[in-house]
Nanobody, 111 residues
Framework: QVALVESGGGLVQPGGSLTLSCSASGFTLNNYSVNWYRQAPGKEREWVAFANFAGSTTNLDSVKGRFTVSRSLANNSVYLQMKNLKVEDTGVYFC?????WGQGTQVTVSL
């Protein structure tokens, strides 16, 4: 069965860090480009980061220098490492690849 599952979200204070995981089943994630999106309450879904199968990555300007995308072949996963988190980073984070979306993981940045 083909699926993507995000994990690693949680509650963190401003300035804190989290690493989100996007794990694939039913296909080899490293063969596909992966995008991360987020959706804040009351707002539209927003693209955050991209990693292609060749290893190139790019990020939304507001997260440059703070968010990093990486891959693990062994775990068939892609990670979104987030540091120096801000309140405005709050939202549900989704990964998508090969036409599939995960269910999302909640990230809340608050005092």
């Amino acid at each position: 069965q083909v699926a993507l599952v995000e994990s690693g979200g949680g509650l963190v204070q401003p300035g804190g860090s989290l690493t989100l995981s996007c794990s694939a089943s039913g296909f080899t994630l490293n063969n596909y480009s992966v995008n991360w999106y987020r959706q804040a309450p009351g707002k539209e879904r927003e693209w955050v980061a991209f990693a292609n199968f060749a290893g190139s990555t790019t990020n939304l300007d507001s997260v440059k220098g703070r968010f990093t995308v990486s891959r693990s072949l062994a775990n068939n996963s892609v990670y979104l490492q987030m540091k120096n988190l801000k309140v405005e980073d709050t939202g549900v984070y989704f990964c998508t690849a090969h036409g599939y979306w995960g269910q999302g993981t909640q990230v809340t940045v608050s005092l």
